[in-house]
């Protein structure tokens, strides 16, 4: 009886690290934000960008999916040239970027407080592979406000891109806005 309890004890064990871990690795909203009224000629719809409609709810995060070494998010199409629809200078180096140069934005979470910076991640889909610069936040905590844009908080699982992002990928131009890709640190 005492192996039988032991045992029954060590199961009970591993199911619970199991179940921690597997509620540490998801990601749930952290609340909504009501849309306001934008101020006329004041969002930036360059690359079919949203406006946030006034009295839609949006919802927010703080965090994102876990990063692995092929991490599933949605890449999406955005200008870091100045009077671009990303707004203003890019957050980690406080400069704007050329629409030919690979660099992209992630998701609050993925972004993590500044931690990856100036560091480079490798981009896959379409059967080919990029490397682009992270230079900033696709803010899922806020948005509908002027620092944003007026535009929408960011899903928790984007990656932001450069038109040179999706040039390297294959992507036919008629086709970018929005694609699945995989992720990873380069």
Avoid at 94 to 105: I, R
Wanted: glycine residues 8%; charged residues 20%.
């Amino acid at each position: 009886m005492k192996s039988f309890c032991s045992k029954a004890s060590f199961l009970f064990l591993v199911f619970l690290i199991i179940m921690l871990h597997s509620a540490a690795q998801q990601c749930r909203p952290s609340g909504r934000i009501k849309g306001e009224k934008t101020p006329s000629g004041q969002c930036n719809q360059e690359n079919d960008s949203d406006c946030c409609v006034q009295g839609k709810m949006y919802t927010t995060y703080k965090c994102s999916p876990s990063v692995s070494t092929h991490t599933k998010a949605y890449l999406t199409l955005n200008s870091f040239q100045e009077g671009g629809d990303g707004g203003g200078p890019s957050a980690c180096d406080n400069q704007y970027h050329s629409d030919d140069t690979p660099v992209v934005a992630l998701s609050t979470g993925w972004f993590n407080n500044k931690s990856r910076c100036l560091n480079k991640i490798k981009i896959s889909a379409n059967g080919r592979s990029v490397v682009a610069k992270v230079v900033d936040e696709c803010d899922s905590r806020a948005g509908c406000d002027k620092e944003h844009d007026y535009q929408p908080p960011c899903n928790n699982n984007i990656v932001d891109a450069s038109k040179a992002v999706w040039k390297a990928l294959g992507v036919p131009h008629d086709q970018w806005g929005g694609l699945d890709i995989t992720w990873s640190d380069a």
